[in-house]
């Protein structure tokens, strides 16, 4: 109501005291702006050879022509990192230029094919595997291979206006190592950014996931498994320091949007249940005590019914009353006996007798 009337404004006489009119104005345009992910790397400790008030040309003192990262060797630029992605399968990339200048990229698309588990790149990790078209460098190993997966993206163009649309292959199943949770903790999207509906369907998924059994978190399964797709970016920042006579850290900052061109209907409430039915394995197990109850529940409300009068309701009730007494105190008896049991635990001998025996190392 405030809104609207706030919105709305009264037009008056000459006089200004026989209002003649409503006129409504209309609502701005809710924009879709970047969201600070509070996630930050820091690249390069600042020293009196670089130093410069704007970072970006500070870096420009610093690294190589078209790096925005310490280089180990000069051969290994961000294209040597695009081509191991998308030579071993594991990306889908393009660079959209700007029409007037072709030069430059305005933003990038990548779609997320496979990611590789070490067991998939052979058994010698060190070992380069050479690359299927003409290249600089001899191959890569595996080494460079996790590597690329973050330095693919150090590309600016020279607005420092580049973007990165990332997103997930449709009805892909996802086996993603331990090393990809720390990319997706710095690339991935945030609840902030999610759409009503994405927000509804992550609930709904959070609910059902059994993520006590799984080691791959909820929101990385939940845009895998319905192919979502979010905006990412970054900028240079400078560290806060306490002297004035220090020089900061550069540091590079990670940004997030929600993309409004995704179909958010796909990955709704009800399309996570549908999900959950064609893969029950990812099911939260449910609650053995909770079921339980419940199930004591059903029965004694259905015993209750069949009663046909009030004396008949007493005695029911009186009946129900003694059952639940008597479990009452069986289950008390259970307590005692496991507090005896963890007490003898507490002996300095059972506490360490892992330590004796019991272990089996295969």
């Known amino acids: 109501m405030i809104q609207n009337a706030s919105m709305t404004k ?8 026989l209002a003649l009119a409503k006129v409504q104005t209309p609502p701005t345009k809710k924009t879709n702006n970047y969201i600070y992910k509070n996630k930050f790397s820091t690249i390069l400790q600042m020293e009196p050879e670089f130093w410069d008030k704007k970072p970006f040309k500070a870096t420009a003192k610093a690294f190589p022509s078209g790096f925005h ?5 000069i051969l290994k630029s961000r294209t040597f990192y695009e081509l191991i992605l998308v030579d071993s399968n594991s990306i889908s990339i393009k660079h959209f230029k700007d029409p007037k200048d072709q030069s430059l990229n305005t933003h990038s698309r990548i779609q997320i094919l496979k990611v590789l588990q070490p067991r998939h790149f052979g058994s010698d990790l060190n070992k380069g595997k050479r690359f299927s078209i003409p290249f600089d460098s001899v191959g890569y190993t595996y080494w460079d291979y996790i ?5 693919v993206f150090w590309h600016q163009n020279t607005r420092f206006k580049n973007s990165w649309l990332i997103y997930f292959k449709t009805n892909t199943i996802y086996n993603f190592p331990n090393w990809f949770l720390q990319w997706w903790d710095f690339f991935g999207p945030i609840p902030e950014i999610f759409l009503e509906t994405i927000q509804q369907g992550f609930s709904q998924f959070d609910k ?3 993520s006590q059994e799984s080691r791959i978190p909820a929101d ?6 319905f192919a979502l797709s979010w905006i990412f970016s970054w900028q240079y920042r400078y560290s806060k320091i306490e002297k004035t006579n220090q020089y900061p850290s550069l540091q590079r900052h990670a940004f997030v949007k929600w993309w409004t061109q995704f179909d958010s209907s796909k990955a709704d409430p009800e399309q996570v249940k549908l999900w959950f039915k064609s893969h029950p394995e990812f099911l939260k197990a449910a609650d053995p005590e909770t079921s339980v109850f419940l199930n004591q529940k059903s029965h004694l409300a259905a015993f209750l019914a069949d009663s046909k009068s009030k004396e008949s309701l007493t005695k029911n009730l009186k009946e129900v009353l003694q059952m639940l007494q008597q479990e009452e105190e069986g289950s008390s008896s259970k307590k005692e006996e496991t ?21 089996c190392l295969d």
């Open 10 to 17: 009264i037009a008056t006489n000459a006089k200004g005291k």
């Open 147 to 151: 590597d690329a997966w973050t330095k």
């Open 220 to 225: 990385l399964k939940y845009f895998s498994s």
């Open 339 to 359: 507090s005896s049991a963890e007490k003898d635990e507490e002996d300095p001998f059972y506490q360490n007798k892992d330590d004796c025996f019991g272990i």
């Open 208 to 210: 059902q996931y059994n």
């Open 69 to 73: 990262y310490k280089p180990t060797t």
